[in-house]
């Protein structure tokens, strides 16, 4: 009888084989999130989600200080005066990221390439710190009309002359390269988190070839 009884005290309650089996498959789970294989999301819609939030990406900034000349006439040609203006500028570079759609993403899964083509940069209007200028004036008399019309003047042309040298082949190109690095940056994160460590991002702009 006692041997019996001390048989029947070794063996699990139904109670207890179900809390052991809960822990068990508790624990299952816990393993399988820590050492199991990575969720590796799709490359490109984990790529268009980086910069679903953002409408633009200012990619480069360049300093320009246009010198400008204006001239002014009144008095039937008797007063004549002159002014010589250094206005410091600033373009900015940017990449309308709402263009980025998944056409331009291509996935390679053999060599775990990400080839993204770029739209053309779009530079912004000038914005001249007239504060910062320097001017040279020249004349006999300068009314108030006439210094009035000669800073106006000198502004417009030195916007127009920003705008000029801001699309000079050496700035676009300096401002390219930085596109390209600030995208590939921008994806490296959140394509490493999706499970690829190890993926190659290439950048290139609309009618650049494609890399090899």
């Known amino acids: 009888m006692a041997a019996r009884q001390l048989t029947s005290a070794r063996r699990p309650s139904p ?4 809390v052991i089996a809960f822990n068990v498959a508790l624990a299952a789970l816990l393993l399988w999130r820590a050492f199991g294989p990575a969720d590796h999301g799709d490359p490109i819609t984990t790529s268009l989600t980086a910069f679903e939030k953002a409408n633009r990406l200012t990619v480069f900034s360049a300093q320009l200080a246009p010198v400008v000349s204006a001239e002014d006439e009144r008095g039937y040609g008797l007063l004549k005066s002159r002014q010589i203006a250094v206005i410091p500028a ?17 996935w390679d899964e053999a060599g775990k390439t990400l080839t993204v083509t770029l739209p053309p ?6 914005n001249l710190d007239e504060g910062r200028a320097q001017y040279l004036r020249e004349g006999i ?9 000669l800073t106006r003047d000198n502004t417009l042309l030195a916007e127009r002359q920003a705008a000029e040298q801001a699309a000079n082949p050496q700035l ?16 490296a994160v959140p394509l ?4 690829y460590p190890d993926v190659t991002v290439t950048v290139r702009f609309d009618g650049e070839p494609t890399p090899p």
């Open 141 to 149: 008399w300068i009314t108030g009309p006439a210094q009035a019309k």
């Open 192 to 195: 490493q988190t999706a499970g």
């Open 121 to 126: 940069l779009d530079l912004s209007k000038p």
């Open 90 to 106: 600033r373009v900015d570079y940017t990449l309308d990221l709402a263009r980025l759609d998944a056409g331009r993403f291509k």
């Open 172 to 187: 676009l190109e300096m401002a390219r390269g930085a596109a390209k690095q600030a995208v590939a940056q921008n994806l």
């Open 15 to 18: 109670v207890a084989l179900a």
